[in-house]
């Protein structure tokens, strides 16, 4: 069965994040272990992590995931934007590993001031760089984004090129001299130590359905599926955000709203919760805390 679970506060301390959880009913629960907007992150000390781990343990926690900050842009005309981009990803992914989170999720940035042949070639390079010699136990994952302007990341065909892309250099890196192309979810060989196995990506119901993929039936859903697997492959998927969208199909702006409340409805997100792929993923909720409690049960009824 899929988890049910929600994106929760860390105010007052990493350690604090899986009794809010708990709190809410999630079964799984998603974290910042710093600062989305900006500033200096606290160090997690390995009695931080201890205590975090051991909090988990007691509440019945078992599956957690870190979301990076939201200014990350590995897409940006500046050289130092992305190289901040880079050093962010990394010690996220260091951090994440500390505390034992399953992975972490990365919005990739905008390509507006350089393009979009530009911009996927700066994802790469960077997301290679973040990667080479990474050695954690947490995976790297892609977000699907809304597809807003030229934000990376909003169909499944430029989030295949740039997995392709990075993992081929992280496989020649770590000793692969071959230059063939090949589909992304069979791109694994020697490569696969550096970066800890395969990139990732998590599913966002809403950024999806923005993005245009219509999730609204659940013939809507397993075409979508079926296109992801083709694409990207379904063994990339680790996980899905899953809330409904203000907006409609297509229209490309990231408005999150509350389980039946939106254009994609009950129909289209118990399908999305019910359809085999689905199953056996973390389901984060990223919706505001107001009605949480009811889109947490009505998660696990449509399950």
Not at 28 to 56: H, K, M, N, V, Y
Not at 166 to 184: D, I, M, N
Not at 276 to 296: G, S, V
Request: hydrophobic residues 40%; contains cysteine; aromatic residues 6%.
């Amino acid at each position: 069965m899929p988890l049910i679970g929600a994106h929760v506060s860390i105010a007052g301390g990493l350690v604090n994040a899986p009794g809010n959880a708990a709190a809410e009913g999630c079964e799984c629960f998603q974290l910042f272990t710093r600062s989305p907007r900006g500033g200096a992150a606290l160090p997690i000390t390995p009695d931080d992590a201890a205590r975090f781990r051991d909090a988990c343990a007691t509440l019945g926690l078992a599956t957690w995931v870190v979301h990076a900050p939201y200014y990350i842009n590995l897409a940006s005309e500046s050289a130092a934007m992305r190289a901040s981009g880079v050093r962010i990803i990394r010690e996220e992914l260091e951090r994440a590993s500390a505390i034992g989170a399953m992975c972490v999720m990365v919005h990739l940035g905008s390509a507006k001031a350089v393009g979009e042949e530009q911009g996927i070639a700066y994802v790469i390079q960077g997301l290679t760089k973040a990667l080479t010699g990474y050695t954690g136990s947490a995976r790297f994952c892609i977000e699907i984004a809304a597809g807003a302007g030229a934000v990376m990341g909003g169909t499944f065909e430029e989030i295949a090129t740039i997995i392709a892309g990075v993992e081929q250099h992280l496989s020649a890196g770590a000793g692969g001299r071959s230059k063939r192309k090949s589909s992304p979810s069979r791109s694994r060989g020697e490569g696969e130590r550096e970066g800890v196995g395969a990139i990732g990506v998590c599913f966002d119901t809403q950024h999806a359905f923005a993005a245009g993929y219509d999730l609204r039936t659940a013939e809507g859903v397993d075409t979508v599926l079926q296109q992801f697997d083709r694409t990207i492959g379904l063994d990339r998927l680790l996980m899905s955000h899953i809330q409904d969208s203000k907006v409609e199909c297509g229209a490309q702006r990231d408005r999150h709203e509350h389980i039946g409340e939106g254009h994609i409805g009950i129909n289209g997100l118990a399908a999305f919760v019910q359809h085999p792929a689905i199953r056996n993923l973390p389901l984060i909720l990223e919706t505001e805390p107001d009605k949480r409690a009811t889109d947490i049960a009505l998660l696990k009824g449509f399950r």
